[in-house]
Every structure is written in structure tokens, then in C-alpha cells.
């Protein structure tokens, strides 16, 4: 049999007249005891195949992805914006105690440059807890003090840069629990093999009754045409697995991310020996 090579939209256009009250196939299929019995189940393993195209699970993984994309532009235009700020206060004071304690807090909050940016949402999560370890009460009190217009200090930024790599470390543990347990195209798949085995009790119940109608007759040619479409179309054994009716998606990844050609990105200034007090 060719059953499992069939797409769910050829699935679908096959058993939809089967379960619809008044069309004559379904009127025919009813004269027949043992298939009229059956037709719960024909309806269910229809429907089943149907609500298998929205999968609970993935429909959560896309608002993840949508959330961690949010959450990502916001935490790296605040790196960009914080990188900026300390260059230009470590231009203005130079090697003067100001200076020196700037690019002591720089260096802390961005040990690889601003290659922040370019972190996998896995890293990005788990560099959010170490913004607080890297930063001294010194460092967070001279940062709060530094004002950001139009509202807001230099540490209301750091620590919203932390709150947005934290939120996406755990939308990331979220996205992991839901793809781990199983494959997202489980559902899919149990619903198509319950179709096919439905299909081919009901074919098997038409031909054994001797005396059938005319409509099932054509009904049986119009499926075993089909069947024989698909194996001249995808070939192979009747073991060929069904076709794919969605592509893979994405795991871990953040588009955009790779850097241009040539392209180099900024390493974080190294601090000088000895901090000094402002």
C-alpha cells in the first residue's frame, strides 16, 4: 500500500466525503453494518489529522522565539549604548582616576568587547548573572551616579541589560523542556498512522461484501489510482516514510549574527593596574 506516502491534504480530501452527512459516498458507506459502526472512528482519525497541523507545543516554541528576538534587540542596543558611554568617558578623563575607574567597570561588564552581541541565547542567559558578581559596590554606587538622558543613570541601564539576558535564559530553558521529551512531529505522525490503519479496515470491509454500490466501486478506484500515483511519483518500497508536510525548525540560532566579511569587533579595553577612587 501507498497510504503513507500520501500528503495530510490528500489524507484529508479522501476520508472529508466519507464523514460528511448527505454526500453519497458517506450515504453508500452507511448501508454497510460494520463500516457504519466504524464511522466514529473514521471521523475521528479525519479530525485527528487535522487538529495534528497546529501542535500545542510548537505554537508556544514560535511565541518563545518571538519573545527571545524582543528581549535580544532590546539587551544588545543597551550593550551597544553602555559600550559607547564608557568609550567616550574614558576618552574625556584619559588616565585620570575617572578614567582608570571606567575602564576598570568596561572591562568587567564586557571581558569579551562587545561580542556580547553575538552570544548564543543560551550564553546571553547565563552571562546575565554575572553582571552583579563582576561589578564592586564601588563600581554600582559611580554608576549611579553618572545620569542618562532623558531619565535614568548608568547602572539603570546595566541592570536592565541584565534583566533582558535573564528573561532570555529563561524563555531558552522554556524552548529546551518543550523540544526534549519527544519529537515536535509525534503528534503528527501518530495521527497519520491512525488514519491508515482506518482507511484500510474500511477498504478491507468493502471487499469482502459480495453485492456493493456502484459509488463504493468507484470509490475503492479512486483511492488505488491514487495510490498508484504516489508510488510512481516518489518511488521506492512500500516502506518509504511520509512525506514531510512542514521544514524543520530552527534551534538556538539568532539571525543575523554572523559579522561581515573583514568585519572586526571591538575587545574590551584592558584596565589599568590599580583602581582609583573618584
Given at each position: 500500500?501507498?497510504?503513507?506516502?500520501?500528503?495530510?491534504?490528500?489524507?484529508v480530501?479522501?476520508?472529508?466525503?466519507?464523514?460528511?452527512?448527505?454526500?453519497?459516498?458517506?450515504?453508500?458507506?452507511?448501508?454497510?453494518?460494520?463500516?457504519?459502526?466504524?464511522?466514529?472512528?473514521v471521523e475521528?482519525?479525519?479530525?485527528?489529522?487535522?487538529?495534528?497541523?497546529?501542535?500545542?507545543a510548537?505554537?508556544?516554541?514560535?511565541?518563545i522565539?518571538?519573545?527571545?528576538?524582543?528581549?535580544?534587540?532590546?539587551?544588545?542596543?543597551?550593550?551597544?549604548?553602555?559600550?559607547?558611554?564608557?568609550?567616550?568617558y574614558?576618552?574625556l578623563?584619559?588616565?585620570?582616576?575617572?578614567?582608570?575607574?571606567?575602564?576598570?567597570?568596561?572591562?568587567?561588564?564586557?571581558p569579551?568587547?562587545?561580542n556580547?552581541?553575538?552570544?548564543?541565547?543560551?550564553?546571553?542567559?547565563?552571562q546575565?548573572?554575572?553582571?552583579?558578581?563582576?561589578?564592586?559596590?564601588?563600581?554600582?554606587?559611580?554608576?549611579?551616579?553618572?545620569?542618562?538622558?532623558?531619565?535614568?543613570?548608568?547602572?539603570e541601564?546595566?541592570?536592565?541589560?541584565?534583566?533582558?539576558?535573564?528573561r532570555i535564559?529563561?524563555?531558552?530553558?522554556?524552548?529546551?523542556?518543550?523540544i526534549?521529551?519527544?519529537?515536535?512531529?509525534?503528534?503528527?505522525?501518530?495521527?497519520?498512522?491512525?488514519?491508515?490503519?482506518?482507511?484500510?479496515?474500511?477498504?478491507?470491509?468493502?471487499?469482502?461484501?459480495?453485492?456493493?454500490?456502484?459509488?463504493?466501486?468507484?470509490?475503492?478506484?479512486?483511492?488505488?489510482?491514487?495510490?498508484?500515483?504516489r508510488?510512481?511519483?516518489r518511488?521506492?518500497?512500500?516502506?518509504?516514510?511520509?512525506?514531510?508536510?512542514?521544514?524543520?525548525?530552527?534551534?538556538?540560532?539568532?539571525?543575523?549574527?554572523e559579522?561581515?566579511?573583514?568585519?572586526?569587533?571591538?575587545?574590551?579595553?584592558?584596565?589599568?593596574?590599580?583602581?582609583?577612587?573618584?
Amino acid at each position: 500500500m501507498a497510504l503513507n506516502r500520501f500528503t495530510v491534504a490528500e489524507m484529508v480530501s479522501i476520508t472529508g466525503p466519507w464523514i460528511e452527512r448527505g454526500h453519497p459516498e458517506h450515504e453508500a458507506l452507511m448501508t454497510l453494518p460494520a463500516i457504519a459502526a466504524s464511522m466514529p472512528q473514521v471521523e475521528a482519525a479525519h479530525r485527528g489529522l487535522i487538529e495534528a497541523q497546529v501542535n500545542p507545543a510548537q505554537v508556544r516554541l514560535d511565541e518563545i522565539r518571538a519573545e527571545q528576538a524582543t528581549f535580544d534587540r532590546a539587551h544588545d542596543n543597551l550593550a551597544r549604548f553602555l559600550w559607547d558611554q564608557m568609550n567616550s568617558y574614558r576618552h574625556l578623563h584619559g588616565d585620570q582616576p575617572l578614567g582608570r575607574l571606567i575602564a576598570d567597570i568596561q572591562a568587567r561588564l564586557f571581558p569579551d568587547g562587545l561580542n556580547v552581541v553575538r552570544y548564543s541565547y543560551r550564553e546571553t542567559g547565563g552571562q546575565a548573572a554575572l553582571v552583579g558578581a563582576r561589578l564592586t559596590d564601588e563600581h554600582k554606587a559611580h554608576l549611579a551616579t553618572i545620569p542618562v538622558h532623558p531619565t535614568g543613570t548608568l547602572m539603570e541601564k546595566v541592570e536592565a541589560m541584565a534583566t533582558a539576558a535573564a528573561r532570555i535564559g529563561v524563555l531558552e530553558d522554556e524552548r529546551l523542556a518543550l523540544i526534549r521529551p519527544a519529537n515536535l512531529r509525534t503528534r503528527a505522525t501518530k495521527a497519520r498512522s491512525r488514519w491508515i490503519r482506518v482507511v484500510n479496515v474500511v477498504r478491507a470491509t468493502i471487499e469482502l461484501e459480495s453485492e456493493i454500490a456502484e459509488i463504493l466501486t468507484l470509490m475503492l478506484a479512486r483511492l488505488a489510482t491514487l495510490e498508484a500515483a504516489r508510488r510512481v511519483t516518489r518511488g521506492g518500497g512500500e516502506g518509504t516514510e511520509a512525506p514531510a508536510d512542514e521544514a524543520e525548525r530552527p534551534g538556538d540560532e539568532r539571525p543575523g549574527d554572523e559579522p561581515p566579511a573583514g568585519a572586526e569587533v571591538p575587545a574590551a579595553p584592558a584596565a589599568e593596574a590599580g583602581s582609583a577612587n573618584t
